[in-house]
DNA sequence: GTCTATATTGCGATAGAC
DNA sequence: GTCTATCGCAATATAGAC
């Protein structure tokens, strides 16, 4: 096999396997054998299983770090909550695994739980709380809501949109063409929640 | 070991330990260790180890039959809406493994997925969909509010609290002292949301 | 850098004594 | 109904050839 490929190749199999069966669900044999490498490069390329899937979530959870693009200073808080919504539901496309390692390591924490998945959650949860606050004291929500229980509701509806999906797909659809549908049902919900009513 | 005591025991320890790290995390050794009794308990009395997963998830899932109560019909949709809210919190007080069993059946289904837990949830999100239907017809609710994105809405805030509390209790309380404001927290946001705006 | 071969451990299941 | 002992297998990790 080509130089590089073998690692890529492992990293590939290796996240579409534990995303599939979780970390203690699948065997590094049947990953190497379905990456068409030998068991052994797994330690010599991560140090062993664990050190795979560390490798596995450090990727997934790297595109956490884009909060930070959706929240530009000075705009709207109404404007970036739906950016959020946007971006979380391209996310789960572009990358249907990643909520099944988010999910998985908030039920069944491995040892990867602190140092990678704990700080990319909270820190999504703590910038939507802060929007909600900033809107707050600008008087375009409601004082008595509270940011973070906010933050935590328009959260839960969109990734629970995607967690629910094998239980759920024989009443409404999944399909990406809806995805608009979804970001304007939503938003509605939760805006029409939180926004000062007109006087 | 006393008679009964001994399968008890074993669905219990098993519950605990298969709730913090899943059916492939556990070896029924473990389990049969912390119960007290001989590994061939489990056969004896479940079959092998799925026998006893299954048995749990039997156990753990049992509760969601209980959806048939709070819908008491006639009923306003709205305080049914709210009965769901304090019946879900509810049921991740008294039993807190019941979200890990959830949410890990659905992000990595095992062979019990489709019997067990694929039904109970599909009810509940069903019914939950009916009531905003049935607001949305006798005019309580907005026209254009989707009844199944409401429903898994509404279930994806409280839910969500619950699952994302390892990321988060450095943000929120999650104290059962907090659930009465949770309730009106999450009500306020998701009927604010729903209901038809005054003329 | 990649392989084969092997060491070692732990798994689930079960036979058979009591 | 419960136990001990053991079977057969699959797991991870690694030594050493190429």
């Known amino acids: 096999m080509a130089k590089a490929d073998c690692r890529d190749k492992l990293l590939e199999v290796g996240t579409r396997l534990f ?48 909060i930070d693009e959706i929240r530009r200073p000075g705009a709207e808080p109404l404007a970036v909550l739906e950016g959020y919504l946007r971006w979380t539901i391209q996310r789960h496309r572009n990358n249907p695994s990643l909520l099944r390692f988010y999910t998985s390591e908030l039920t069944n924490p491995t040892a990867c739980f602190n140092r990678i998945v704990a700080p990319a959650i909270g820190k999504v949860i703590r910038i939507l709380a802060e929007l909600v606050d900033e809107g707050r004291r600008q008087g375009l929500f409601r004082q008595e809501v509270q940011p973070v229980s906010a933050a935590l509701a328009l959260a839960g509806m969109v990734n629970y949109f995607f967690l629910s999906l094998l239980a759920t797909q024989d009443l409404i659809s999944h399909s990406p063409a809806q995805d608009e549908q979804l970001v304007r049902q939503y938003l509605a919900i939760f805006t029409r929640g939180i926004v000062a009513a007109p006087v």
Do not use: H, P
């Open 19 to 66: 995303a599939e069966r979780g970390l203690y669900g699948v065997s590094i044999r049947e990953i190497s054998l379905e990456a068409g490498a030998s068991i052994s490069m797994i330690s010599y390329y991560f140090g062993g299983k664990e050190g795979l899937y560390a490798a596995v979530l450090t990727a997934q959870f790297a595109c956490f770090d884009q």
